[in-house]
């Protein structure tokens, strides 16, 4: 099971940024849950600029899925609350992953399914989608079926990652302050897209 996701702003935050210790300490927090959250040892994560990759493998299929959507939820809920928020998708297929390199059809999937997304947060690509129904509730329970907002200004009914964490308390408040430091309709809209799919499943 593979997974990629994208920071969403980040360029302007290298450019802003000075202090890359920082940034770093920043991203490691987003992407190191407790120990409580998950099992890290059942995820293998690579992080390039603005682009992460994750993969779990040699488990069964379902445990796959429940192991890596479980940190996504944690994950997709400390990048709002740090001010780091990514977009991504979760998908299944071959994937090559070597020291040096990531390829396969399930990365090529899950980068076009999370690029095309107008908001914060994590979908199904259609590969995992497909699988949804034949699910346990265990793993169902931490997904919801919603319009995704797409690009151009389109929605696409598929299945999202609920954010783990305290959605009124904590990330409410933290996406309305990202809102309001934002200058960009684009990310505006983004921010907005977010509020209103919380608002809608809570």
């Excluded at 919801?144 to 999202?160: F, S």
Aim: aromatic letters at 8%.
């Amino acid at each position: 099971m593979f997974a990629y996701c994208d920071v969403l702003g980040f360029r302007q935050r290298m450019s802003a940024e000075a202090d890359l210790a920082k940034l770093s300490a920043i991203c490691l927090e987003v992407l190191e849950p407790p120990e409580r959250d998950v099992d890290r040892q059942s995820i293998k994560y690579r992080m390039f600029g603005d682009s992460l990759f994750l993969i779990v493998q040699n488990r069964a299929l379902e445990q796959q899925l429940v192991e890596l959507i479980k940190f996504l939820r944690s994950m997709l809920a400390r990048s709002i609350r740090v001010g780091l928020p990514i977009r991504g998708a979760v998908s299944y297929g071959p994937v090559r992953w070597e020291k040096t390199l990531i390829l396969g059809s399930a990365l090529v999937e899950s980068v076009e399914t999370a690029e095309r997304q107008e908001w914060i947060g994590v979908v199904a690509a259609p590969s995992v989608s497909a699988m949804v129904h034949d699910l346990p509730v265990a793993v169902r329970q931490h997904l919801v079926r919603y319009q995704v907002p797409v690009k151009p200004k389109d929605l696409w009914l598929g299945w999202a990652v609920k954010p783990s964490g305290d959605w009124e308390r904590e990330l409410m408040p933290a996406l309305e302050k990202m809102l309001l430091a934002s200058s960009s309709v684009e990310v505006q809209r983004k921010y907005e897209n977010t509020m209103k799919f919380l608002d809608a499943v809570r």
